[in-house]
């Protein structure tokens, strides 16, 4: 492959994956936490929608994407009422999002097919963006692209050197020792809800107002998913979910490329190869590493106490 | 929980108890979903009687339930099965959608057998294609340790691809369109009498029976029951757990291939994109409202098809979106799931103890 066709492959990877990369981190901020939230396409689709409209309705898409991490947020909500306040099935729970979100995005969004809002655009990075190669890979971006940059580095930090980071994953591990220790459990798991919620939403607002600025039904198409398979596959360490979220970018990106060129194999075939990645992804991480990292409580639920 | 209150284990779990939580549940869910609808700008009393008399209000329209129980019935018995051992099995509507591709390659290619031998071996091929299906995401969970829920879920979508591959590629009809051409009379199961209602109807009621003898007299069947309360205690007393998986894996998935057959030879006569309507995703729901219990599955079904019929009426006579249909399905299951906690636990006000 030539540079010319390589480095825009590459900085295509990089937007694909930015929103892939938004909603693993929500997702695994919610795992870390104790619950497994299994719902993050219909957060991420309510995120998107709600950006949408508020990118429309304001003008302004920095108070859409804020708007749509709340969005995330509050459909996540649900979620943690039916888990942590009536003790269902957290992985029943997670479908019936998937199902409830989706739905409310695509039933509020028919309206709107097809209708454009103003969103972001690139800012390429003075002097950064001059690089030859690392340049237009990283730094030709619209901010969205280089806050998701920073977050990864925090989350790390956040896990593991913060009293909150330590007291949420304690609640995840051993929710009963946590609480034993004067940790509120439910409290911390309520946090992991809500915060990864917010970035699940972030991650559907980025298809909205980054990657296409117009709205279509089911705009996340399966990347909520993918999602939560880069959890399992990053060992629940936001560095990783950086590497697997710009792999799976490049094979979106290279898909649309081929599909672009012409190519003799037929579409339905190219659509696949996310999702066959996908599974190749999680039977090579699980090959790899048996003690995978996964939270010990993770989707089990905290007994009520009297 | 409300300070209040204090939450007590039950001793007991009645079945008035349950029916009333989920009645409750669904109740809740339609006054949610009217409230959407007056959101929308649509009446909400004139939708419920759209939803309910386009669901139930005619003859025509109760077989159209019928028509639409079925696959749900099959799936969601294929996927109550697995939830029985607690796997995760989200791929019905992948094992579905390969169900009816292997019924429609027995069709396609040999158009000129007799419907005694093209039937069976039409449905052998839709159970082989659908359970094999299921036994990937099992086997590799059981060697690899892989998530079932994930492994299935991206299954659905390389089915559904796949499927689309055919109709759009090689067996795409002379006419163009994206689809096969009609099946020859001998793969077509037919109507009951004078009815709309094919007889997958029958196929369902003799399933049913054979999942309910399984789970009753069946070692198998009491051995899955078992695993599923304890897989601790189940490996402890020797039973086969991972053995299990894969067999409960390619039984679920046999299921959802026969109603997938039963899709492409009744109420289509081939194969088309339009084959996949989400009965799978609905049979999970299904599945869990009905506790995971062959009859209930079948009321279950029911309503939850008359729910489908109901919106498309909703549709067509309001506007309003085919997106309602999945959001009452996402309410439902979300209010049955809270509503499991007055099945397990009761409040008892502080002051009284």
């Given amino acids: ?306 | 929980m409300a300070a209040g209150f204090r939450i007590l284990p039950r001793q007991e779990q009645p079945a008035w108890r349950s029916c009333l939580i989920v009645l409750a549940a669904v109740g809740l869910s339609l006054l949610l979903g009217l409230l959407l609808l007056a959101i929308q700008g649509a009446p909400p009393l004139t939708g419920f009687k759209v939803l309910l008399q386009g669901a139930f209000g005619s003859r025509w329209a109760l077989e159209d339930c019928l028509i639409k129980a079925i696959p749900i019935f099959l799936c969601s018995l294929g996927v109550a099965i697995a939830f029985r051992l607690q796997i995760w099995n989200i791929g019905a509507e992948g094992q579905f959608a390969l169900g009816a591709v292997g019924a429609t390659w027995i069709a396609l290619s040999f158009p000129g057998l007799p419907k005694f031998l093209l039937i069976p071996l039409m449905v052998f091929m839709a159970c082989l294609a659908g359970g094999f299906w299921g036994m990937i995401p099992a086997l590799l969970r059981q060697r690899v340790g892989t998530n079932e829920i994930i492994v299935t879920l991206m299954m659905n979508y390389i089915a559904i691809l796949f499927l689309d591959f055919l109709v759009f590629g090689a067996w795409r009809d002379v006419s163009g369109f994206p689809m096969t051409a009609s099946f020859p009379p001998g793969a077509v199961i037919g109507t009951m009498g004078s009815s709309s209602v094919h007889w997958g109807l029958t196929h369902c009621l003799v399933l049913g029976l054979l999942v309910w003898i399984f789970f009753r007299y069946t070692r198998w069947g009491f051995e899955i029951k078992a695993s599923g309360d304890s897989v601790r205690a189940a490996r402890y007393a020797g039973i086969p757990y991972d053995r299990l998986v894969v067999l409960v894996m390619v039984l679920s998935g046999a299921l959802a291939g026969w109603s997938g057959f039963l899709e492409a030879s009744a109420s289509l006569n081939r194969l088309q994109p339009s084959s996949m309507a989400g009965y799978g995703f609905t049979a999970i729901v299904v599945a869990w409202l009905a506790r995971l219990n062959p009859l209930s599955i079948a009321i279950s079904s029911f309503l939850l098809a008359g729910l489908r019929v109901g919106v498309e009426h909703l549709q067509l006579d309001l506007r309003v979106p085919a997106a309602f249909g999945s959001i009452l399905e996402g309410l439902i299951l979300m209010t049955v799931l809270a509503g499991g906690f007055f099945m397990r636990y009761r409040l008892v006000p502080r002051s009284a103890s």
Wanted: charged share 5%.
């Fill in chain 1, 1 to 306: 492959m030539t540079p010319e066709v390589l480095i825009p492959l590459l900085a295509a990877a990089v937007i694909s994956g930015t929103p892939i990369l938004y909603a693993t981190l929500g997702a695994m901020f919610s795992e870390k936490s104790g619950v497994l939230n299994l719902g993050v396409e219909g957060v991420m689709l309510t995120g998107c929608l709600t950006g949408f409209l508020v990118a429309k309705a304001s003008g302004n898409p920095i108070l859409a994407f804020g708007a749509a991490g709340l969005a995330g947020a509050l459909t996540a909500s649900l979620h943690g009422l039916v888990c942590l306040v009536f003790q269902g099935n957290q992985v029943v729970s997670g479908l019936a999002l998937t199902l409830l979100g989706t739905g409310v995005a695509n039933y509020f969004g028919t309206a709107f097919v097809g209708q454009a809002a103003p969103g972001f655009a690139p800012f390429p990075i003075p002097w950064l963006a001059d690089i030859p190669g690392i340049g237009p890979v990283l730094f030709n971006h619209d901010p969205l692209v280089y806050l998701s940059y920073v977050l990864p580095p925090l989350f790390w930090l956040f896990f593991s050197h913060t009293r909150f980071g330590l007291n949420l994953r304690a609640t995840g591990e051993f929710p009963g020792a946590a609480a034993a220790a004067g940790i509120n459990a439910i409290a911390y798991r309520w946090a992991g809800v809500l915060v990864g919620g917010f970035f699940m939403g972030l991650g559907g607002a980025y298809l909205s107002l980054a990657y296409t600025h117009l709205w279509t039904n089911n705009l996340t198409a399966g990347r909520g998913w993918i999602a939560v398979a880069l959890v399992i596959f990053s060992f629940w360490r936001p560095g990783r979910a950086v590497f697997g979220a710009y792999l799976f970018g490049g094979i979106m990106a290279l898909q649309l490329r081929l599909q672009a060129f012409g190519t003799t194999l037929p579409s339905s075939l190219l659509l696949m190869l996310p999702y066959v990645l996908t599974v190749a992804v999680l039977v090579f991480s699980s090959l790899h590493n048996k003690k995978t990292g996964a939270p010990a409580a993770l989707g089990v639920n905290i007994e009520p106490r009297d």
